[in-house]
């Protein structure tokens, strides 16, 4: 069993930065960590992911050069920093682990946290 817990999101304005944070708990070694995001009236969407051992990462093109995904083994936590952020990143974003690297579908992911609100004003 992996248990996930996200925290950080809140309101900022475009092009402004949010660190999100998920903690992990349970075995999670063996998985791979993404995150998802998902806007109101839209379906749960690929964000990024890593691998907890290999460090290997992977974007969305939406993302790439503007978020970085990254991990403290100390601390059992994924952190995802979102820089230049736009008023087309809000959305609800959540915390998922996976058994496949580079996990970009939903369907993929066993675990998922609860979710963090992220708001961009323009």
């Known amino acids: 069993q992996v248990q996930l817990v996200e925290s950080g999101g809140g309101l900022v304005q475009a092009g402004g930065s949010l660190r999100l944070s998920c903690a992990a708990s349970?075995?999670?070694?063996?998985?791979?960590m993404g995150w998802f995001r998902q806007a109101p009236g839209k379906e749960r969407e690929f964000v990024a992911t890593i691998n907890w051992r290999a460090r290997s990462t992977y974007y969305a093109d939406s993302v790439k050069g503007r978020f970085t995904i990254s991990t403290v083994d100390a601390k059992n936590t994924v952190y995802l920093q979102m820089n230049s952020l736009k008023p087309e990143d809000t959305a609800v974003y959540f915390c998922?682990?996976?058994?496949?690297?580079?996990?970009?579908?939903?369907?993929?992911?066993?675990?998922w946290g609860q979710g963090t609100q992220v708001t961009v004003s323009s």
């Open positions: 349970g075995r999670t070694s063996s998985y791979s």
């Open positions: 998922g682990a996976s058994m496949y690297t580079f996990a970009n579908s939903v369907s993929q992911y066993a675990y």
